[in-house]
């Protein structure tokens, strides 16, 4: 049987009131993070003079979960030895330069996504619990209920992958200052998502001269190896899709048209 | 100041180790971790979890902050920031578009944990700049992982295989004891003696329906652990750029590693870890990976004593810290 419901009470009177038109609240722009020239520059840009076509080349010694490019990895170590704050959707910092020769027209840096191959893939999980025991002891008095099934507190455990590379190894091809690189990669000893748990630990990198082939370093064999913009010469061979040309490549704000592999 | 500074341990299961990734029916397996040989095959080897470790890490130092502070005492701690010291926090959504950069300053400077291990906190993640990794059995199948030195100290002479063992504990039903059940209200012994007829005469007449809706909450459970006296190895390390945060860094190991439990069954003891102990000193290895190379044995003695430094800055910035803690969204 349907639950009866009660009756709504009538509201009080209430005096007659001025009415106020407000206008509807403008959208809200996705908060990106913008890196502009305006707020100042960190690191050095990449002297041509420098610049040669390299392969780097990153020894694991464990699995990883994402392999991220070369051009952000040396930003972030680039940002790190300055001292700069990590930044966060709605920040906006200095540009960032690093010792790798940008294209032509300064849109992105010449350096191929990681080329690796998967051995082995394994299945593991990431938990997180509220602090029920700490929450008993050291919670103020007017915290009264915890909900662990929904919000804020709710518990979860989520899969993720991570995959053992073949030989354990990644590799990028660039055309840069190879002392400059090797100098950076120092400061680099896990790579990807989930390097608070140690995933993705770098055993050494290897930075030496590659001979280069036509289109080196972003289109081999007519596809290209990184995102690219549609009108890239050379590329016969390439999906139509939106993609991030520069770092940092988690900002989906900042995709647009795209050739990908 | 930028250092890459790992610290390299071996540890020693004090007692067994009941680290368990699932359960199958009533029988709990340990958390193993698939490891490649020399010749590409896959081996499955016991581990406790990075997460484990590091939320150890986070523990000790929320303990070590609340302490001194002197909220450790009290319950003062308000939700969010309960879920900021010792689960990370997180983003609450609202204002993400105006996180505040001088905020984030300060808590980092006041907390310099916060910095190191990261979290969300102000609407803002904070990437950390800590890397913990698994603790590792030190066996056969994995010794070619391990640190050269972590053989040294304890050269692996069993198979992964050998350090576990499957254990049977029986969770007893109060009621099938006649002395207890003297305790019960004459309703409640009537019920449980009803149940007891019931499940016995099902048992002679053969009814396993009826058998199984009368049986008793008796409940026999099996478990693996790592063998107690096992060797893990583990490292961790961080990116440091001030001497707080070495000396924050070093007070979060030395706290954790002074009284380290991980994994279940708690209650019963399992899970002690320790420091390995050799000849004098202890299986520990500091390595500075940025500046000049150098290494150096280290003990939890000398990197509790870094502890005091870390209190002072607590002590000193006491008031601003409960201020900050009490109004964190996170």
Known sequence: MAARRKKAEPAPPVAPAAVVVTAPAPLAAPASVSLSRDLGVVGDPCDPARAAPLRVTATLRGPVVSVPGLDSLLAYAVALLAGREPLTHGDAGPLVEIPILREPAGRFHLCSAPVYAEAHYETRHRNRRFPMAEAQMLAAPDVRRI??????????????????LADNEAAWACVGDADRIR???????????????????????RVEPIDPWPGFPVVKDGRPTRPLPPDWPGVTCATRSLGVLTYPYWDKTARVPCLLA | MFERKRYEFVLRADTPLAHHQEVFGNAAQVFRKDVMQPDGTFAKVPYITADTMRHGLREAA?????????????????????????????????????????????????????????????????????FVEDATLICTESEHTAPAWTLAASPPRNSCRSHIEETVR???????????RLLLTDGAHHGINQRLLASEAASEAGDAVEKRDAKSTMLPRSFETI??????????????????????????????????????KRGTGHGRLSVLKVNDGYAAREVTLLRPSTSADVSTAALSLRGASVREHYVKNADRIRTMLSTVVA
């Open chain 1, 183 to 205: 100098d950076l990669l120092r400061v680099v000893g896990y790579l990807g998502r989930q390097r608070g748990v140690g995933k993705g630990p770098v055993l050494s990198w």
């Open chain 1, 147 to 164: 909900n662990i099934q929904n919000g804020a507190t709710k518990s979860f455990r989520v899969p993720y992958q991570q995959v053992h």
């Open chain 2, 62 to 130: 929320a303990y070590a902050l609340l302490d001194a502070i002197g909220m450790l005492d009290k319950a003062t701690l308000t939700e969010a920031a309960l879920r900021l010291l010792f689960a990370g926090g997180l983003i609450t959504g609202g204002g993400a578009g105006a996180v505040k950069l001088d905020e984030y300053r300060e808590m980092v400077a006041l907390i310099p944990s916060l910095g190191l291990l990261g979290g969300c906190a102000m609407n803002r993640a904070i990437p950390g700049k800590m």
């Open chain 2, 227 to 264: 063998k107690q006296g096992s060797l893990l190895s583990w490292s961790v390390e961080a990116v440091i750029q001030s001497d707080i945060e070495n000396e924050t860094f070093q007070m979060m190991i030395g706290a954790f590693l002074a009284n380290a439990q991980v994994g279940g």
């Open chain 2, 170 to 180: 029986v969770r007893m039903d109060p009621s099938l004891d006649p002395g207890k």
